[in-house]
């Protein structure tokens, strides 16, 4: 079965500065993609940056990067230049879906608050 | 307003009670979806529609009952509540082609069972 694990439940970075939050992930599948949302305290969520399991580029947006490791299961989110609006509380998420089955598999979150 | 809405937004009952969520989308996606968030846990599927009157368990199922008559109305019923249930539910839509397509949240529904 697959898993997602987040590790820092809380995290804390100042303002400009850059964090990095982890990730990793269980599968036996090859071919999946992989999400992070963020969840402002208004609580609706929004999708941040998407990968492809089959691409090996980490995806970029903006201020938003990812270091893919796929070999590893790892999937961290790394955030440039902090805001005070990027407070909130980031999930990663594993998806599958193949032969009528699908699996949309939730970490259970860290919580960013970024500091002025 | 175009988007994904839901209601209501917080709702107490009581230990028992049928309740109804709503759900509703303006995108004409073909996929919805219902998720419970309770702290520790992250975000559990409970059901998803591929389409209407096409429904599917996620996770953690029991205890619910979803229907799918029209593609933009999805609701969620706790046919009788348990304190076990008192949660956050958010109703999610996704276009057509699963594919690493992203999924659109509501605003959530804070359920109480008392």
């Known amino acids: 079965a697959q898993t997602v694990t987040q590790s820092q439940p809380e995290m804390s970075v100042q303002e400009a500065e850059t964090v990095t939050l982890s990730c990793t992930y269980d599968t036996s599948e090859n071919n999946y993609y992989l999400f992070w949302y963020k969840q402002p305290p208004s609580r609706q969520m929004i999708l941040v940056i998407r990968q492809e399991a089959y691409k090996q580029q980490n995806a970029t947006e903006n201020r938003f990067s990812v270091n893919f490791q796929k070999a590893a299961k790892s999937f961290s989110l790394k955030i440039s230049d902090s805001q005070l609006g990027d407070t909130a509380m980031y999930f990663c998420a594993f998806m599958k879906y193949a032969s009528g089955t699908y699996k949309y598999i939730f970490g259970t979150g860290t919580r960013l608050k970024v500091l002025a | 307003d175009a988007g994904i809405t839901q209601s209501p937004r917080y709702k107490i009952t009581e230990t028992g009670r049928q309740v109804t969520l709503m759900c509703h989308q303006t995108?004409?996606?073909?996929?919805m979806f219902w998720y419970r968030q309770d702290l520790g846990h992250g975000l559990r599927l409970i059901y998803y529609?591929?389409?209407?009157?096409?429904?599917d368990k996620g996770e953690v199922p029991d205890g619910y009952v979803v229907s799918r008559s029209k593609t933009e109305n999805f609701p969620l019923t706790l046919e009788s509540a348990t304190r076990s249930q008192t949660s956050v539910y958010f109703c999610?839509?996704?276009?057509?082609?699963?594919?690493?397509?992203?999924?659109?949240f509501g605003p959530g529904t804070r359920l109480t069972v008392t």
């Open positions: 995108w004409s996606h073909s996929y």
């Open positions: 999610a839509s996704s276009e057509s082609n699963l594919q690493g397509r992203e999924q659109y």
């Open positions: 529609s591929a389409a209407a009157d096409i429904t």
